[in-house]
């Protein structure tokens, strides 16, 4: 298969930053993603003894559309982090400041206030850990070949985008990555990635990715039409390397075992 494009999401329920290449380390969550979370009203996180905890206490696309309508953007280097609305940035701030945290509750408060359960506040992933939907959601992959497929099913365009993945690949059939589980995946510099489980989808991917519109029935066509909620393969990684738009991932042979009584 190859990798089409690459995709991280330092917010989680909040917008992609596309990127060119990311480097991947053994036992690692993809870079830069889901480093954040906003909490709808107290969830209970603590970071100190970072325990995974149910997506519904932060605010998500799966009940919070309208944050498609923000664009996100986190600066790696310099560590802020900037919202913008209709093309305007409507918000800058230091993720890791007092300051920067009430504006942040202060711009939600301001944006979405039917839809909080109480005080909208940051959360920071400590090291090791991220805000992924799944507990082990370190790397995702998207079969672009399957995204068409259900569109073609459904008769309509399907931004591969509201499955939210890390890794879009092509030259792969429609679906075989349901039959991955339990394979390896090789790249480019001794990458290896274990794949660990297929992906079940929520009403999230209802959501247009642009607009906010809740315009699809994603999980009811995949399971009238598949008979499963299915779409993408969470992986775990290996042995690190780097990936990059273009690069190739090859499905490792199966190693054969001899017959017994043959050596």
């Excluded at 230091?94 to 301001?110: C, I, K, M, T, V």
């Excluded at 959360?123 to 790397?139: H, K, M, N, W």
């Excluded at 099913?153 to 679906?175: C, H, K, Q, S, T």
């Amino acid at each position: 298969m190859r990798v089409a494009s690459l995709y991280r999401y330092p917010v989680k329920g909040l917008s992609p930053e596309p990127l060119t290449s990311a480097a991947l380390s053994p036992g690692g969550y993809f870079p830069g993603d889901r480093l954040f979370a906003i909490e709808n009203g107290p969830s209970g996180f603590d970071p100190a003894e970072p325990v995974h905890q149910p997506k519904i206490k932060y605010l998500m696309l799966m009940r919070n559309e309208s944050l498609a309508r923000l664009r996100t953007r986190h600066d790696d280097a310099g560590g802020e982090l900037t919202i913008s609305q209709e093309g305007r940035e409507v918000l800058r701030i230091s993720p890791h400041s007092p300051e920067g945290h009430d504006r942040l509750s202060a711009f939600f408060e301001g944006f979405m206030p039917e839809e909080l359960r109480g005080r909208p506040r940051l959360l920071a992933a400590p090291e090791g850990y991220r805000f992924t939907d799944s507990r082990s959601g370190f790397v995702s992959i998207i079969n672009l070949a399957s995204v068409a497929d259900l569109a073609a099913r459904m008769g309509a365009e399907i931004d591969p985008l509201r499955f939210r993945g890390n890794v879009m690949v092509e030259d792969l059939p429609a679906w075989a990555e349901n039959d991955l589980v339990g394979r390896e995946l090789e790249g480019p510099g001794g990458l290896r990635l274990s794949v660990i489980k297929r992906i079940e989808r929520c009403a999230a991917t209802n959501v247009d990715p642009t607009t906010g519109a809740r315009d699809l029935q994603i999980p009811k066509a995949l399971l009238q039409g598949y008979g499963h909620v299915d779409c993408g393969i969470y992986c775990r990684v290996l042995a690190g390397g780097v990936i990059a738009k273009g690069a190739r991932l090859e499905i490792a042979a199966v190693a054969q075992v001899a017959p017994a009584g043959i050596p």
